[in-house]
């Protein structure tokens, strides 16, 4: 009976230990798909001009920053929110408000400098998106 009963307790340990082992290797996988993108992913805000490219990895991976180092005093959790406010424009932003919040040229790069590090115009715009690429040759 002790041979039946060790065998039953091995076979239970081993079932055991490979189910452990495949939960641990679905959330190892499961983790590196979600850090991949855990920093929100590239904005590309088209008004009131197209177009601006933020970079949350820049801000978050390459720069160290949190997440509630902007959001929610600067802009809203939701993406592409601060469009839709009145004061989201360069005037805003030299008011401290927005990216100016940081881009004042003394904690960052000034927002009134090198616009071509933000600002990647209609062509680049068209680039990112797509759009122009479609057109008929009627």
């Not at 641990?24 to 009131?48: I, M, R």
């Amino acid at each position: 009976m002790k041979t039946i009963r060790g065998d039953k307790m091995k076979r239970m340990l081993i079932l055991l230990t490979v189910m452990s082992m495949a939960s641990l290797s679905f959330l190892t996988v499961a983790t590196f798909a979600s850090d991949e993108v855990f920093h929100g992913g590239d904005v590309l805000y088209s008004n009131p001009v197209k177009a601006v490219l933020f970079s949350h990895k820049t801000h978050v991976e390459d720069m160290g920053f949190e997440c509630d180092s902007c959001h929610d005093s600067l802009f809203a959790m939701a993406s592409l929110a601060a469009e839709g406010n009145a004061d989201f424009n360069m005037a805003g932003l030299y008011a401290g408000k927005y990216c100016g919040g940081c881009h004042n040229g003394k904690m960052a790069f000034a927002s009134d400098t090198q616009c071509a590090r933000c600002h990647v115009g209609v062509k680049g715009y068209n680039e990112i998106t797509g759009e122009g690429e479609k057109k008929s040759d009627h």
